[in-house]
């Protein structure tokens, strides 16, 4: 099913999503990478505040490449979530409701997720050229000497991802699998 939803999330919206659903995301989302999400958790441990407010809020998973002239941003592909498992329940229990990714999560991600009623969303992985096309404004917000891995605000037009793990913990990938095995 596709469906169109606003960001920052609203829990009524997250509700109603499944896994397999289509969505085309428009608003406000955020970039971070490894780097940044480790100097985020080094920062919560020293009793620091993150760079933005997390709570509703979504990140993605994205370091683009320079943006052409007349772009907002360059290639903006995702990068493998697995990467942020270890930082990503602490900010989920910190009010983060959703990630954007590619590929399989811990089982401490699903269960934070399921714990937090929050989602995670895959974007097509080698599609960061037309990712990009749905990206209105970039605004380097946090770690500019990280360079491509510096936090960002990015507003988006009818991003489009993938519902992967909803908020029951109903998974994509495993569910995939199993409807696979059937045929």
């Known amino acids: 099913m596709n469906k169109h939803i606003k960001a920052p999330f609203v829990q009524e919206e997250i509700n109603t999503l499944k896994a397999g659903d289509y969505v085309y995301i428009s608003g406000t989302i955020y970039t971070a990478r490894d780097a940044a999400h480790k100097r985020m958790y080094e920062g919560l441990e020293r009793g620091e505040n993150l760079p933005f407010d997390i709570k509703n809020n979504v990140i993605y998973y994205m370091g683009p490449s320079p943006a052409r002239e007349g ?89 489009p991802a993938i519902v992967v793990i909803d908020k029951e913990g109903n998974n994509l990938y495993e569910m995939a699998v199993k409807e696979y095995r059937t045929i």
């Open 71 to 159: 772009r907002a941003i360059g290639s903006a592909g995702p990068t493998t979530a697995s990467r942020m498992d270890k930082y990503a329940p602490k900010l989920m229990d910190m009010g983060l409701k959703g990630m954007i990714g590619k590929g399989k999560r811990s089982q401490e991600v699903k269960d934070s997720i399921m714990r937090n009623k929050g989602i995670y969303l895959a974007a097509v992985g080698g599609a960061g050229a037309l990712l990009s096309k749905s990206i209105q404004s970039s605004e380097v917000i946090a770690y500019d000497d990280l360079g491509t891995e510096a936090i960002r605000r990015l507003e988006v037009k009818d991003f």
